[in-house]
């Protein structure tokens, strides 16, 4: 793969070209397609696509969009492949998975960073019952957070004892979900598979078997005792709480403190054939985030009630306003104050940043997704041939020309990598610009020259 040749320097000139006659023409864009198809999963974070519509910001930029609701992510990515799907919102990692050829081969591009945070996980009532004995307790009998997965060990190993496998839910092999929970489960020292390239279950030495499951499905697999606990986007969680059949035990907050979760993805043919419209519709999202986020989250009951609209989540609004109203609901009656569980636009949320991607990829060579050890720089090659902050400042800038945004909401000096962080359960730090040097901190997981080759760790 010719990674130079990926980012499109004639795709560059393009948006060079649209945002200079934009901002000449007093932030008028001349559309090359203006009636589009964007798909969606029946989850809280896929809000700036449903506010964007409601409140006519993609009306404003002469965008007429219609929103369809996807069966799960194959799907989804699928349609945007194809060209049935104009773009959609898609799990971070799918993207990269489909530019570097794991899975479905194809150059996709974001240039726009959805959310961050916005996932928990969740376990059956009964697993909660045994974990709780090895979670310590406050003065009022509340269970101590941030619950590690070292509470759940002893419970994984007796039902080994016992000859029974213990499975659990996430919702696509390069979901921020998986990556999420696997990562929680090392921490706490349990662990959760490898993949190869002959063995693309994720299952490879396993303590817990990790499997997929869509997200709005996940409440009743685990009610029928198909997995027994799983990791998933809102109001899905909240919904085993309601239901009375489960406890999510951790946020992702709680695993990486405002970590990147969703964005919208174009292929890099549609952004080079439509370089005005894929402004137009990066102007759109940037003002619903805003709108999202602003006067302390003073919007989201009515985003709740828009949500809770069957075309959308279609979930209840009172489910989806317990995590979205800037608290979380743990055991039952166990609400905390959780004021960014959904950050929109805060935080430079909105940002495509490469040290974003990196993360992601880093945690596909972790698990044997990416097979062979690489070097510091692919690592940042594939980040610019997929996250591109270039599309996303051109509509910011002009969104600040139109008096619609403000300067300094934007960070227009950023080299595209987020400072070094240790907001992780685990105290990791992580350095975008040293992927390697980051996967030599953990104890489980390939680092280095290691890879699978049939069922062991080699290297």
Request: proline residues 6%.
């Amino acid at each position: 793969m010719d990674l130079r040749r990926l980012i499109g320097h004639a795709a560059a000139s393009a948006f060079a070209a649209a945002l200079g006659a934009a901002t000449a023409g007093a932030g008028t864009l001349a559309l090359e397609k203006d009636e589009l198809t964007f798909g969606f999963i029946k989850l809280t974070d896929m809000a700036p696509l449903a506010i964007a519509y409601e409140k006519g910001y993609f009306e404003d930029e002469g965008l007429f969009v219609t929103l369809e609701a996807q069966a799960n992510w194959k799907v989804l990515l699928d349609g945007v492949i194809d060209g049935q799907l104009d773009g959609a919102h898609m799990l971070a990692g799918q993207p990269l998975a489909a530019t570097i050829g794991f899975g479905t081969e194809a150059h996709i591009i974001t240039p726009f960073s959805m959310d961050l945070n916005g996932n928990g996980i969740t376990v059956s009532n009964e697993v909660w019952a045994q974990m709780k004995e090895h979670i310590p307790h406050d003065a009022e009998g509340k269970p101590v957070h941030p619950i590690s997965a070292a509470a759940l060990k002893p419970v994984v190993e007796s039902y080994r004892s016992e000859g029974k496998p213990f499975n659990m839910g996430m919702v696509f092999p390069v979901s921020t979900h998986n990556y999420e929970l696997r990562y929680w489960l090392a921490a706490g020292g349990l662990q959760p598979g490898y993949y190869s390239t002959d063995n693309i279950s994720g299952q490879i030495g396993a303590d817990v078997l990790l499997s997929v499951t869509p997200p709005p499905q996940m409440p009743a697999t685990m009610e029928a005792g198909t997995i027994y606990g799983y990791c998933v986007g809102e109001p899905w969680n909240q919904q085993a709480v309601f239901k009375g059949i489960g406890v999510p035990v951790i946020t992702d907050y709680e695993i990486w403190k405002n970590n990147p979760e969703k964005v919208f993805g174009i292929t890099a043919e549609f952004a080079e054939q439509y370089p005005n419209t894929t402004l137009a519709i990066t102007k759109a999202l940037i003002r619903a985030a805003q709108w999202l986020d602003e006067n302390d989250n003073g919007n989201r009951p009515e985003a709740v009630e828009i949500l809770s609209r069957s075309e959308y989540v279609g979930a209840d609004a009172d489910v989806i306003a317990n995590s979205m109203t800037g608290t979380f609901e743990y055991e039952k009656g166990d609400k905390r104050e959780v004021p960014d569980f959904n950050v929109f636009f805060r935080h430079n949320a909105t940002y495509p940043f490469y040290s974003d991607a990196v993360w992601y990829l880093t945690q596909m060579r972790r698990w044997g997704q990416i097979g062979e050890p690489k070097p510091d720089a692919w690592y940042d090659e594939v980040a610019r041939s997929v996250y591109r902050p270039d599309i996303y400042l051109g509509a910011a800038r002009m969104l600040v020309e139109e008096g619609l945004a403000n300067e300094a909401d934007f960070p227009w000096e950023s080299d595209g990598y987020r400072a070094p962080t240790a907001e992780f359960i685990d105290g990791a730090t992580y350095d975008g610009h040293k992927p390697n040097a980051y996967l030599e901190q953990f104890p489980i997981g390939l680092k280095g020259d290691q890879k699978v080759v049939g069922n062991q760790v080699q290297g």
